[in-house]
């Protein structure tokens, strides 16, 4: 199986929640495959990855506008990127339960936008952030929280049971729990990890109550998905302009091949009338035979045929 078969297979026939679990996945392995070349011809690739990392200053944003969105898709280990996707997969499935793969996407993507803001305001308003000079926030964190509270707000009493537990879960105890651990580890380390978590959970409400009250707050990343989407499309060619003067001119061309024909049917087909066979007599006795032009010796000898 080739490289397109497995592409058309794998990726292109899957759900839009296994296609971005496999977009972190493959960004996830690409990093260590770099840092491996690298290390083979002695070069710090390291700076790669962090030219896609969102940084916590504004200065230094302003040069790499696109990290905004690029972060969502890195992780720092393999650890991080199995929870996030692990939670991804559960909670992804109770929102698709009910909305489609585009609300799913909004979702997604508001929470990478909302965290990172988040992130980036807190390193810049409060003081106990002031002697950081340089942090880079990467992860999917902020979107799997968005997505897990939008579910939760849409399935609070959605029940589950856990492995080798005897006693079944409310999804609204795992997501209060998870929240509540990120509040709590704010002062023990990757605190702008934590409030970058908790701005995805909040856009994740916002999204799921607005949306009960029949407002999409997504929209505009729909929208902006489409225009991306658009970008790398091929523009389909109309011929009809083409095809429409080709028809135009075809039947012009008819039009005047038959014009040409009926003149020359009515010139060559049509028996002389006695007043031009006269006509063309009083000429002979004037001139000669020889001063008649070509189509007056034609119709002089059509006549003598009849």
Do not use: C
Not at 19 to 41: A, D, E
Not at 70 to 93: A, K
Not at 132 to 150: E, F, I, W, Y
Not at 285 to 294: D, V
């Amino acid at each position: 199986m080739n490289f397109k078969e497995l592409y058309s297979k794998y990726f292109l026939q899957a759900s839009v929640l296994y296609k971005v679990i496999i977009i972190n996945v493959l960004v996830f392995v690409f990093f260590p495959v770099l840092n491996t070349i690298g290390f083979l011809f002695d070069t710090n690739l390291e700076f790669v990855k962090n030219w896609f990392a969102f940084p916590h200053d504004i200065f230094s944003y302003i040069y790499k506008p696109w990290t905004l969105i690029t972060y969502g898709f890195l992780h720092s280990g393999f650890r991080h990127i199995l929870f996030n996707m692990l939670y991804l997969y559960f909670f992804g499935q109770v929102f698709l339960n009910i909305h489609n793969g585009r609300r799913f996407l909004n979702v997604y993507f508001l929470g990478i936008v909302v965290g990172g803001l988040v992130y980036m305001l807190s390193y810049n308003l409060f003081p106990a952030f002031s002697t950081v000079h340089s942090s880079v926030l990467v992860g999917a964190s902020a979107a799997v929280n968005a997505v897990m509270v939008a579910a939760t707000v849409q399935s609070p009493n959605y029940s589950f049971k856990l492995m080798f537990l005897p006693f079944t879960f409310k999804l609204w105890w795992i997501t209060v729990a998870l929240l509540f651990f990120d509040v709590i580890n704010i002062p023990n380390g990757n605190a702008g990890g934590h409030l970058a978590h908790l701005g995805g959970a909040l856009i994740g409400y916002l999204y799921m109550t607005q949306l009960q009250k029949g407002n999409d707050i997504g929209k505009p990343v729909e929208a902006f998905m489409d225009w991306v989407v658009s970008l790398f499309k091929p523009k389909e060619k109309t011929r009809l302009k083409t095809v429409y003067k080709a028809k135009k001119e075809g039947r012009s061309a008819t039009s005047t091949k038959a014009k040409a024909t009926t003149t020359y049917q009515s010139t060559h087909s049509k028996t002389p009338t006695q007043q031009q066979i006269d006509a063309i007599l009083d000429k002979i006795s004037k001139s000669g035979y020889e001063s008649l032009s070509k189509k007056e010796k034609d119709v002089l000898f059509k006549a003598g045929k009849n």
